[in-house]
């Protein structure tokens, strides 16, 4: 009995630990547009990934974007801004 009570405390605990990861922040003004210069393509077929927000340390750290290949029948789908009860929260780009 012990043995089954430890196990379910061991697998609560490693559920609780890994349902916590935290993927971004809320902040109270969300940071103003970043304008940057987009480099040449490096060839033909590439498809520009818009720039990224990163939750780190805290805060928002702005990440450039960047030319990727296609991901066979798969859309790139930006990033943006969502605002909440909390406050501002940036919801990151993604394939679909």
Do not use: N
């Not at 818009?50 to 974007?65: K, N, P, T």
């Not at 296609?70 to 501002?88: E, F, K, S």
């Amino acid at each position: 009995m012990k043995k089954r009570i430890l196990f379910a405390v061991i697998i609560a605990c490693t559920f609780a630990a890994t349902s916590c990861t935290v993927e971004g922040g809320y902040v109270t003004e969300r940071p103003g547009e970043v304008v940057y210069a987009r480099p040449v393509a490096p060839g033909p077929g590439y498809l520009w990934i818009d720039g990224d927000w990163f939750w780190s340390g805290g805060r928002y750290v702005w990440h450039e974007g960047h030319w990727d290949r296609p991901r066979g029948g798969r859309a790139w789908v930006g990033g943006g801004w969502h605002q909440g009860p909390r406050g501002w929260r940036w919801q990151r780009g993604h394939w679909r």
